[in-house]
């Protein structure tokens, strides 16, 4: 078949390839493994390291690059088994881990980590379910054609709300800002977007709601609120201290999870 054309734009970025096939993918070097099925993604690695001292995590592959490991870890909740992994900061390489993850066979996932707040009264360690992100990053514009922001899989957006209201956990949910650079969050620029209805920034959200939707595999994201970003010096909040906020989540995130 004839590759078709791309027309070239102002800017690279806006060159979308329709294509669902590339020169390089996952399943080239990747094969399946089975009930490699539901996978909970987090970014708490002092989690991670507290259950494997606790003997309740079992190493069973692992993600690698040029410089870092990432294994990935068969546990169980509720006596049905479930997988977890750490997530790779930033929005390119979660994309390339979470194609590798899919590959591997899975197919349910919940990320589940913290986020800077744009709104100063969201205490630290409120839950945050985001519905949409803003694309202020680039990977997912490889996967998705051009637009503003990306929204979430609502029917996964069901399951975490059903299981939110159930068990009674308050939540907020609302849209987050995915950007690539952490060190150019410009008081103007999060002004621009508090004011489109951004509540949070993170780094990863829009790739892992892209390459999720290319996939055709179910994803949610589950967010705390950690640093301040919403006043004229940033916050810290020592938001990545708070032990049994993110162990909590991490087992919130697991316990959705078997349920997709």
Known sequence: MESKKIDSKEFPILEFDESRVAIIEATNFINPKEEFEYCVITFFRDVIEKMKTE??????????????????????????????????????????????LIAYGFQKFIVCGGAGVLQKDIAVGHVIVPVSAVRDEGVSYHYIKPSREIECNLEVLK???????????????????????????????VELRKAEGCVTVEMEAAAFMAVSQFRNVKLGVILYGGDDLSGVEWDSRSWNSRSEIRLNLVQISLRICIAL
């Not at 592959?61 to 750490?86: F, M, N, S």
């Open 159 to 189: 399951i975490i709300e059903d299981d939110f209201n159930i068990h009674n956990i308050r939540y907020i949910k609302a849209k987050t800002w995915t950007t690539d650079s952490f060190y150019r969050e410009t008081k103007e620029k």
């Open 55 to 100: 003997g309740k995590l079992k190493e069973v592959a692992c993600l690698h690059c040029e410089t870092v490991d990432l294994p990935i870890y068969e546990t169980y909740y509720q006596g049905k088994k479930v997988h977890i992994t750490l997530g790779y900061l930033g929005a390119a390489g979660s994309a390339g881990f979470l194609e590798e």
